[in-house]
């Protein structure tokens, strides 16, 4: 599962990061994020009605596990004490990361029983990852995967095949 950094701002405007690996896709243009009401970044959510979805990388994998290990509701300066640093999006009320290759704006829909419903408002991504045609480099973000079973961090990035395209090998004419 991806690497999800939740970021959003606490009631005094200082910045608060949680780490959350279960979380996917809804559509294009929807996340489901499922984070249980006790997490400070959820109340902040609640409050502000944003927040944005980073993606974490291997050369943060300490600070972003560090995020995913502290509350905020027990250390209000976690971000802060995590060394990395944020600029205020344009799009929303809820921090960007700079240390991360790619950010998404959301707009919180609402929260259901299996998760939080996020709309992405406008997606930010470094110009060095980015294709000729807008598509992201995965290959050379670092991005990172967390597997839930054996609770480790795995770096994505080889490209085993072209979706929609593999499948015609196996497709009778």
């Not at 405007?13 to 896709?25: F, I, P, T």
């Not at 079973?149 to 080889?158: A, I, L, Q, R, S």
Request: glycine content about 10%.
């Amino acid at each position: 599962m991806p690497v999800l950094m939740i970021g959003t701002y606490n009631e005094d405007g200082s910045v608060d990061v949680m780490n959350a690996a279960w979380g996917m896709a809804q559509s294009m243009k929807h996340l489901k994020l499922c984070l249980t009401e006790s997490h400070k970044t959820v109340k902040n959510m609640k409050r502000t009605g944003y927040c944005t979805v980073s993606l974490a990388t291997k050369d943060y994998v300490a600070e972003s596990d560090y995020l995913g290990m502290v509350s905020g509701n027990n250390v209000s300066d976690k971000f802060e004490k995590s060394g990395l640093h944020s600029i205020k999006s344009e799009k929303v009320e809820a921090p960007i990361i700079e240390e991360y290759p790619i950010c998404m704006e959301c707009k919180v829909l609402g929260f259901e029983d299996d998760g939080t419903l996020v709309e992405i408002v406008n997606v930010l991504a470094e110009d060095k990852y980015l294709n000729e045609d807008g598509t992201l480099k995965l290959d050379e973000m670092g991005i990172i995967a967390y597997d839930p079973y054996g609770h480790g961090y795995y770096e994505v990035g080889n490209k085993v095949g072209q979706a929609f395209s593999e499948g015609k090998k196996l497709m009778s004419n």
